[in-house]
């Protein structure tokens, strides 16, 4: 496996991934972020592919287009999104179909979007957790490969809450793609699956 992690964030959970030595080949991201200094603090091969837009006149066909050829040119045989911020669209999902993982700060299909942290703590629920699943071109809804509960606390604000989930999505993603590189869990299967 030639692993690609996206990540437009802080990167502690791509740094978790470099650190439980999985096969990481490259990063890629949408901007300048320290997730791109995490890869070349660890010696990982980083990529910048800037989006040229924020807004709505974002040509989001001709990135995702542009993306997917920068990752076959490293061979990438796998792409993990981790803290990814921009939203992939078909001819990404077309290339590496079934190959992209993701991992979402909320028990899905509950809370999909951006907001999930602020959205479980605006909803009152007493639980929420995190979720490793296929992406597919439909955001959030691909099929679910592992979850794992939070316990959302009384004095919790989207910032605490969120931090305590990142530490289970630190291991819960490790642990799946350790999962996948060891054959347990059999990706076609699942996305094949998910279509019948
Ligand atoms: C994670 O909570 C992930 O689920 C969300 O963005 C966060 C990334 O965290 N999409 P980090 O940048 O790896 O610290």
């Known amino acids: 496996m030639s692993l690609a992690v996206l990540a437009s964030g802080t990167g502690s959970i791509l740094d978790a991934m470099v ?9 890629v991201s949408d901007r300048l972020c320290p ?9 990982v091969e980083a990529l910048v592919v800037q989006r040229e837009s ?7 066909v001709g990135y995702s287009a542009v993306l997917a050829d ?4 490293h061979a990438v045989t796998m792409v993990a ?8 669209g078909q001819p990404f999902h077309d290339r ?5 993982l993701n991992t979402h700060p909320a028990l899905l299909p509950a809370f999909p979007g951006w907001h999930a942290v602020r ?16 992406a597919t071109l439909e955001v959030d809804a691909g099929p679910i490969l592992a979850q794992e509960e939070v316990l959302v606390w009384p004095d919790d604000d989207e910032a605490s809450l969120h931090e305590r989930i990142k530490v289970v999505e630190r291991r819960l993603y490790v642990d799946t793609l350790r999962s ?17």
């Not at 920068?70 to 040119?73: I, K, N, S, V, Y």
């Open 19 to 27: 650190r439980a030595d999985l096969p990481v080949a490259l990063v």
């Open 35 to 43: 997730a791109v200094r995490c890869a070349v603090g660890h010696d």
């Open 54 to 60: 924020f807004g709505a006149d974002f040509d989001r």
């Open 70 to 73: 920068r990752l076959a040119e």
């Open 81 to 88: 999104m981790a803290g990814f911020g921009t939203i992939l």
């Open 96 to 100: 590496f179909a079934g190959r992209v």
């Open 119 to 134: 959205d479980a703590l605006t909803a009152g629920v007493g639980v929420t957790g995190c979720t490793v699943h296929l």
């Open 180 to 196: 996948i590189l060891a054959g347990e869990i059999l990706l076609e299967s699942v996305f094949e699956g998910a279509k019948s």
